[in-house]
């Protein structure tokens, strides 16, 4: 398959037929009120680079079409499956089966033994690099400000952190997404 450059990205109308044909990890992105439409085009970005089956974007968070996720996603948007739904948890429990009202879930995702990792500081937060990560794979990341919820990181299966040495004491939602996912995907060894 041929890889498109920003440029192309930008420019190209979406082919269905090759977004069809492009292999999904089964990688889930929950956005549980992700406010800076920055940070979602670039998790939208994010996603088509690891693959992933679909992202779901909860609560305030702003969906697609919008000019400043176009932007920062270079249209990857337009190439990786979403939905939207009220809330994180909501999508959660559908993930693992449970009945919910609203979000309706692509055939053969509800029920299956899905590893929910929250990306959140927490007293209850491991390091992100001591989990045993497994497909399938949802993460969470949260609110810029606030994080992700307290309802979804008691529903979590795990909470990573990452550790901090400078005066900082967080970084971006999509680089600490990143950061995890990419080492899930060391983990699980579909990196060669």
């Known amino acids: 398959m041929k890889k498109l450059t ?13 977004a069809k044909s492009i292999k999904k990890q089964q990688i889930m992105i929950i956005c549980d009120n992700v406010l800076d439409t920055y940070n979602v085009g670039a998790i939208f970005r994010l996603a088509d680079a690891v693959a992933a089956e679909k992202v779901y974007l909860c609560g305030a968070t702003e969906t697609p079409p919008n000019s400043k996720i176009k ?7 337009q190439w990786v499956n979403w939905q939207y ?14 009945k919910t009202e609203g979000t309706r879930l ?16 927490d007293q209850r937060s491991v390091p992100f690099y001591k ?7 949802a993460i969470v990341v949260g609110n810029e400000t606030y994080g ?5 990181l008691d ?3 795990e ?27 060391k983990q699980i060894d579909t990196i060669k």
Not at 106 to 121: F, L, M
Not at 131 to 137: G, I, N
Request: aromatic fraction near 6%; glycine fraction near 6%.
């Open 159 to 185: 909470i990573v952190e990452l550790p901090m040495w400078g005066i900082n004491k967080s970084l971006n939602v999509m680089v600490s997404c990143g950061i995890v996912l990419y080492e899930a995907m």
């Open 6 to 18: 920003a440029k192309e990205l930008r420019t190209l109308p979406i082919d269905r037929k090759t």
């Open 85 to 98: 739904a009220a809330t994180a948890q909501e999508v959660i429990k559908q993930l693992r089966g449970q």
């Open 106 to 121: 692509p055939d053969g995702q509800g029920g299956q033994k899905i590893q929910i990792i929250a990306v959140e500081q």
């Open 131 to 137: 989990v045993a990560y497994r497909f399938p794979l």
């Open 148 to 152: 992700v919820s307290k309802d979804v």
């Open 155 to 157: 529903i979590a299966d």
């Open 71 to 77: 932007k920062a996603s270079i249209n990857t948007w």
